[in-house]
């Protein structure tokens, strides 16, 4: 279902979601001090980061050296919030990307089958049913935008 990477997640997204693990972990386990991994983030990942995210958006009040990991300010929490939303969005098309379409919306039409069975029918006012449902899933999951006639073919449904 996945294709052959031709390329790899970006490295300042990895260390934007280790940074966000790392402060989260020394949050619910209340260490009372950082661990050496997140010193180490925050001293060689910490500026590089600040400059990347600035470059991308705003994210005013996030100080990714800073050592007060512990307290949050109502604006950091919001950027803190923009941050988790933008690391996300970023692996979703990372994976969307990497994904084979054909392989998509046949699990995808596997899956409506299994919760509508009536949809196994034979005849095209079902058949264009079923495509239909797909294609909306395909979009709705995935932002797939593929056209009719294409999922009726990998789906083998004449409409």
């Given at each position: 279902?996945?294709k052959e990477a031709n390329k790899a997640i970006e490295s300042n997204l990895i260390r934007t979601v ?18 050496a991994e997140f010193v180490k983030t925050l001293k060689y990942d910490g500026p590089a980061l600040q ?106 449904v004449a409409i």
């Open positions: 279902m996945v280790k940074y966000l693990r790392l402060r989260r972990n020394h949050i619910i386990h209340a260490a009372s001090e950082l661990t400059k990347h995210l600035e470059a991308k958006t705003t994210i005013p009040a996030v100080d990714f050296s800073s050592e007060a990991v512990r307290t949050f300010t109502a604006d950091e929490t919001i950027s803190l919030i923009k941050l988790v939303r933008i690391c996300v969005e970023e692996i979703d098309n990372f994976l969307a990307g990497e994904l084979e379409v054909e392989q998509v919306l046949k699990l995808l039409e596997q899956d409506l089958l299994d919760r509508h069975p009536e949809l196994k029918a034979k005849g095209p006012a079902i058949a264009a049913r079923r495509v239909r449902k797909v294609k909306k899933r395909a979009f709705e999951l995935y932002a797939l935008r593929a056209k009719t006639m294409e999922v009726a073919h990998v789906l083998g």
